[in-house]
């Protein structure tokens, strides 16, 4: 199957398995190019070197091209565009506005920019900042997300913007790709589905969490960093929504001196990027300061196990799935599926 997407990123089958915090690591990654799709790295909470081992993984297992994440303002985003320049990566997804230096380089060394968007406004911002494509995510998606349905945004993204679109935000199976490219769209993007795959590091105790979860139990909450995230709505959630905001604050901080002994980056290069973020105007410096919390709750549940300590981030898709396939049998069954779907679309002309 070829689209504009197959064709920008080089991958057989038009299924991004998106980047997400401490769950799109190598093994995910190389899992979803050898099956023919096109994954991510999740880069955004790397260190540099970090994101330089894992690029050589992936490299080492596959030759399936794949792509990194990273966060534009984060401390080392310099150097992790250097190593998917020196190692060839083939694209690199991004959320918030990037600044134009990187993006130049980017573009230069050929490097496919495919951001994700939320909003048709942001959709042509980004394209007119560069992007080579978008995935485009409807607000059943998990993470941010912004307050659009993927069936309203799409179409609105569709006619406004003329890069190959990846729709994100609800999507498991072959029909939903079969209707997104019913939409007009080039392909699907998906980060719960391959959350709950075999291939996905995510400690069983959290991932039996998702599979007994309901859609309506998947909500979105602004509670960990003023901006709206969808996630299990958990003991550990709603102990939060009882805080106050300076109790909120103060773990913010708690968090954000972990996330820099993590990420080995100074405080004084996190406060930096804080206030790059709050120029930028995606977020007020409070909302950046707060960002730390974000991964560091996620981290308790996706990496520790631990889904009563933690934020249990992920799509209301979550609600719908009841197995953990292999990502193999996952993409084998999106393409049985898919052409299942247009036999079906195409019959119904008699
Ligand atoms: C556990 C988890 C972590 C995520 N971390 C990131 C991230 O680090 N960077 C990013 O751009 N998006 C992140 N996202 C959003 C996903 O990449 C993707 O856009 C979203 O999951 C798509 O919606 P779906 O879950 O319905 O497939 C994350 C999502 C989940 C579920």
Redesign the pocket.
């Known amino acids: 199957m070829q689209t504009a997407l197959t064709k920008l990123l080089g991958c057989r089958y038009p299924v991004i398995q998106?980047?997400?915090?401490?769950?799109?690591d190598a093994n995910l990654v190389a899992a979803t190019g050898r099956a023919g799709g096109i994954g991510?790295i999740?880069g955004?909470?790397m260190t540099p070197a970090e994101v330089e081992q894992q690029i050589q993984a992936v490299k080492a297992a596959t030759d399936a091209p794949f792509g990194v994440?990273l966060?534009m303002y984060m401390p080392g985003a310099d150097q992790i565009v250097d190593h998917c320049i020196n190692y060839g990566v083939r694209a690199v997804?991004?959320?918030r506005s990037p600044s134009a230096d990187l993006i130049g380089k980017l573009k230069a060394a050929k490097i496919v920019c495919i951001p994700?968007v939320g909003a048709a406004k942001h959709a042509v911002k980004a394209v007119a900042l560069g992007a080579d494509a978008l995935?485009v995510?409807?607000s059943?998606?998990?993470?941010?997300?912004g307050g659009v349905a993927s069936s309203v945004l799409l179409p609105q993204v569709l006619a406004s913007v003329d890069v190959p679109v990846a729709a994100?935000?609800?999507?498991?199976d072959g029909r939903g790709l079969a209707a997104a490219l019913a939409f007009g769209a080039d392909g699907i993007?998906?980060?719960?589905?391959?959350?709950l795959t075999s291939d996905s590091p995510?400690p069983m105790a959290t991932k039996q969490c998702y599979l007994t979860a309901t859609p309506e139990q998947m909500v979105v909450s602004s509670v960990l960093d003023g901006i709206p995230q969808?996630?299990l709505h958990n003991r550990y959630l709603r102990s939060l929504e009882g805080r106050s905001k300076l109790g909120m604050l103060a773990t913010a901080v708690n968090n954000g001196m972990a996330f820099s002994r993590m990420t080995e980056s100074s405080l004084l290069a996190m406060l930096r990027s804080a206030w790059q973020i709050s120029r930028s105007g995606d977020s007020s410096f409070t909302q950046t300061l707060m960002a730390a919390n974000a991964?560091m709750m996620?981290q308790q549940a996706?990496v520790a196990g631990r889904p009563d300590r933690g934020v249990?981030?992920?799509?209301?898709?979550?609600g719908t799935i009841g197995e953990i396939p292999t990502v193999a049998e996952l993409m084998a069954q999106i393409v049985a599926e898919l052409e299942q779907a247009l036999d079906e679309l195409a019959a119904l002309r008699g």
């Open positions: 998106t980047a997400m915090g401490w769950v799109a991510f999740a955004a909470v994440n966060h997804s991004y959320s994700t995935v995510q409807g059943e998606g998990g993470g941010h997300t994100a935000g609800g999507f498991k993007a998906m980060g719960t589905r391959f959350l995510v969808r996630m991964p996620i996706v249990v981030p992920g799509g209301q898709i979550a």
